[in-house]
């Protein structure tokens, strides 16, 4: 799967908006024209107050004289819209959305407290946010902004439709919007659709090309085309990026599926001890593609000190240590793995293969049993359990099962065919038959 992209912070210095008072002037009751030099508006009064604290970041202080005012004037929209951004800077994030929510219960048509509110929503629910910041764009239509903060929202939301509709809005407004080029690359790549998110990719590199998000986009979108140039591109990003673990072992398995597994493993030992568990993973996998087992079996044991309880590494173990014929260790190994995993039949099958190759063939019996609750059993099971029952003396059980043994083969297998039928024949004859 692809690596996920951070989405990019959203600074409440750069996003939020606050506009200058002008309406709201006209809100406050004006003095008449014979007093007007020499009566001061209390109500204005606390506007500059709460503008003043604004102006200096100081939103513990906006608050007092905004409330105040508010008390007197609820139905002025700025006020609230105010009020919202030093809640807002405060953290005060229910208390902002209802106010912003006021204000534009006042003022339909103030673009700012649509956009702010839409930005407020984002991280706590992006798919309440869609509907703000569609308004948002909706009054700001010229502006790239609000377009991109709605893509985020509907992209986080799952509407990757959407999103890119409203990223594409947002490049042709601003061909030069890094943040919406990336993002725009990135919808691409989710919607199935590389070749269109690697030009995005490619643009946004044209703008900052040390970008981490674009050189990993480039890459993941060469990569999914099958571009001999994404090894390159992985190359180019984790020069930017050397401690994206992830995206490092998604290149190695392309350098594998490439043919140059040789070269995977020079570069997964360049890391020694600060390999990752996916990484050591995938140097195992490449060691035993080579028959390398006790390569295989050291990587395996460094992965499982990294993650001693992964069923997966401890099957794995089991089954290089029943490759080397090395019995004890894989028992150990695959009975720690089904106890950890008992529902995994591939443990179970080899822990089956494990017992029936040491020669503990009642033990290799009762791990069929427990296959054969979640499967079927097929003609090769059937063979080893007759060469189990022929080997612990059971004859019966050993006829029945060499006969269901040849009812589902079907003379598939010549050999174990011919080696069932003599069996039969020899155990006919046999006194415990009788008993």
Known sequence: MRAAFTVLTLSLALSFQLPRRTSAQQSAPKPSPSSSQKVRNPLNDLLDEAQAALDKNNFDAAVPPLQKFIAQKPDVAFAHFQLAYAYTALKRVDDAQAEYEKCISLDPKMAEAYLNLGILLLEKNPAQAVSPLRKAVELLPSQSRPRYLLGVAQQQSGDLPGAAESFEGATRLDPKDLDSLIHLGEVYLKANRPSD?????????????????????????????????ALDA???????????????????????AQGQSDAAVAELDKAGSSSSLDELRL???????QKKYSDAIATLKQALALAPTDAQLHGGL????????????????????????????????????????????????????????????????????????????????????????LALDEN??????????????VLEKTPEKKK
């Open 197 to 229: 998110a690697e030009k995005k990719f490619r643009a946004a590199l044209d703008l900052a090309p040390k970008s981490r998000e674009a050189l990993q986009g480039l890459a993941l979108s060469l990569d999914e085309q099958h571009e001999p140039e």
């Open 283 to 289: 140097k195992a996998d490449i060691e035993i593609g």
């Open 318 to 405: 089991g089954r290089v240590y029943l490759q080397t014929r090395d019995f004890p260790n894989a028992e150990r190994e695959l009975k720690t793995a089904v106890q950890i995993d008992r529902n995994n039949l591939v443990y179970w099958k080899d822990l089956s293969s494990t017992f029936y190759l040491a020669g503990d063939y009642q033990a290799t019996l009762a791990a069929l049993d427990v296959i054969a609750k979640a499967e079927t059993p097929g003609a090769g099971t059937w063979f080893i359990r007759a060469l189990c029952y022929d080997k612990l003396g059971e004859v019966q059980a050993a006829l029945d099962a060499y006969r269901r043994f």
């Open 234 to 256: 992985y190359r180019a990003y984790l020069a930017v990026d050397p401690q994206d673990q992830n995206t490092r072992a998604r290149m190695l398995r392309l350098m594998v």
């Open 412 to 425: 598939k297998n010549p050999d174990q065919v011919w080696q069932a039928n003599q069996r039969i024949h």
